[in-house]
């Protein structure tokens, strides 16, 4: 079993930055491969981007552009922790931001946190 626990979300003005913690626990984090999702409200969950366990493959969703340059996923396998950081927030990134662990293959996603709210003010 994995347990993540996100954490920084919260309310932001228009072009201001956050920092999306996920710490992981009850399994070598340095084996799992990571993403970041996001459910705005009516919305279905979407993907925002993941982190392979190597590190060799850090990628974002396909619809990217809106994100592009904005949000940089990293991990620090030392603290068992993967980031979101994100910059330049606009309104329509308000969403219940979760992450995910996959023990297997990136994108196959096992484990999921409880979200944290990211509300972005205009």
């Known amino acids: 079993q994995v347990q993540l626990v996100e954490s920084g979300g919260g309310l932001v003005q228009a072009g201001g930055s956050l920092r999306l913690s996920c710490a992981a626990s009850g399994r070598t984090f340095s084996t799992l491969n990571m993403g970041w999702f996001r459910q705005a409200p009516g919305k279905e969950r979407e993907f925002v981007g993941g982190?392979?366990?190597?590190?060799?493959?850090?990628?974002?969703?396909d619809y990217a552009d809106s994100l592009k340059g904005r949000f940089t996923i990293f991990r620090d396998n030392a603290k068992n922790t993967v980031y979101l950081q994100m910059s330049s927030l606009k309104p329509e990134d308000t969403a219940v931001y979760y992450c995910?662990?996959?023990?297997?293959?990136?994108?196959?996603?096992?484990?999921w946190g409880q979200g944290t709210q990211v509300t972005v003010s205009s």
């Open positions: 982190h392979s366990w190597s590190g060799s493959s850090v990628y974002y969703a």
């Open positions: 995910a662990a996959a023990v297997g293959a990136p994108g196959a996603y096992d484990y």
